[in-house]
């Protein structure tokens, strides 16, 4: 893992998910019931803006991802991803 000066931490304290899905029913859906169990979610409709999200928000403790997503797909995000973090992820597929 390299060294990153993004932060893994929520400034509100609790535990952050980031959704990452181009379908907006699903990522709707997921988002709510995480909402309501107490995370702070984070959502984005691709991976290249899970990737904005990350470097705007920080770290999330944990992304749940789409595998199969227009440009930058669900793979493609976490080999990016693993270049600067040990970011644990969810695939998420219909």
Known sequence: MVDSPIPECSPSGF??????????AILNLVKDKLDRA???VLTATSGQEA???ITQHGLPHLAIV???MP???GFDFCRTVQ???????IMLTA
Do not use: T
């Open 83 to 89: 270049q600067f973090s040990d970011l644990p992820v």
């Open 51 to 53: 990737l904005d999200m």
């Open 66 to 68: 789409d595998i199969r």
């Open 15 to 24: 535990q952050r998910i980031l959704v990452v899905d181009d379908d907006p």
């Open 71 to 73: 440009g930058m797909d």
């Open 38 to 40: 107490g995370f702070e």
